[in-house]
Every structure is written in structure tokens, then in C-alpha cells.
């Protein structure tokens, strides 16, 4: 069974720095984009970064300059770096991953998300 397994996040002050992980696991035959989502209470999810299988990232204007989203292709993981956080970045993160799995077409796959908290 395919899934993606996260970890990482929590509470952090203000100003504080998360670094957010995701792994693959499961019978994979290829990885394509990777990336992170979030969604807030009472708001829709929202992309926050992206991240091709050749390296090619995308951020959300909200984010760009403060996380870094990368990845290790050998190990299937996915991996966001957050800096400088702010109270507007509090909601819960979801790892996504368009992958191919053994008896199944390309799809994406979801992560059960992790919270993130950011208050003083």
C-alpha cells in the first residue's frame, strides 16, 4: 500500500523556524512533482510549494523568500524547510506526490497532514 508518512511539524514562536519531512513508502515505480499544501480553519487548502523530480520549484508569494522545499529522488522524500514563521502560516501541512505505483495509474497521494502552530 502506498502512502506518505509526514513529520515534523508542531508549535514555534513567532519569527521561529519548522522543518517539515515526508517519506513515500510502498511499492513505487516512479516519483513525479512532489509538494506541500496547507489549509487553514475555515479556509480551502492552499499550494504553498511544489518541487519537480528534476528539481524545479514553486512557491507560493505568501512563502517565497522564508521555505525551501526539496527533495531526495533515491529515498522518496520531500522535505520543507520553514524560517521566519508567522501567525498566518498556522494551519495544517499536507505532503502531496504524483506517483506510479505497481497496479495503478499515475495519481497523487495525500499525506494525513501535521500542524503547525505558530503563536507566542
Known amino acids: 500500500q502506498v502512502q506518505l508518512v509526514e513529520s515534523g511539524g508542531g508549535l514555534v514562536q513567532p519569527g521561529g523556524s519548522l522543518r517539515l519531512s515526508c517519506a513515500a513508502s510502498?511499492?513505487?515505480?516512479?516519483?513525479?512533482?512532489m509538494g506541500w499544501y496547507r489549509q487553514a480553519p475555515g479556509k480551502q487548502r492552499e499550494l504553498v510549494a511544489l518541487?519537480?523530480?528534476?528539481?524545479?520549484?514553486n512557491y507560493a508569494d505568501s512563502v517565497k523568500g522564508r521555505f525551501t522545499i526539496s527533495r531526495d529522488n533515491a529515498k522518496k522524500t520531500v522535505t520543507l524547510q520553514m524560517n521566519n514563521l508567522k501567525p498566518e502560516d498556522m494551519a495544517v501541512y499536507y505532503c502531496?506526490?504524483?506517483?506510479?505505483?505497481?497496479?495503478?495509474?499515475?495519481?497523487?497521494?495525500w499525506g494525513q497532514g501535521t500542524q503547525v502552530t505558530v503563536s507566542s
Open positions: 502531496n506526490a504524483r506517483m506510479l505505483s505497481f497496479g495503478s495509474k499515475w495519481r497523487d497521494y
Open positions: 510502498g511499492v513505487i515505480f516512479s516519483v513525479d512533482t
Open positions: 518541487i519537480t523530480s528534476g528539481g524545479i520549484t
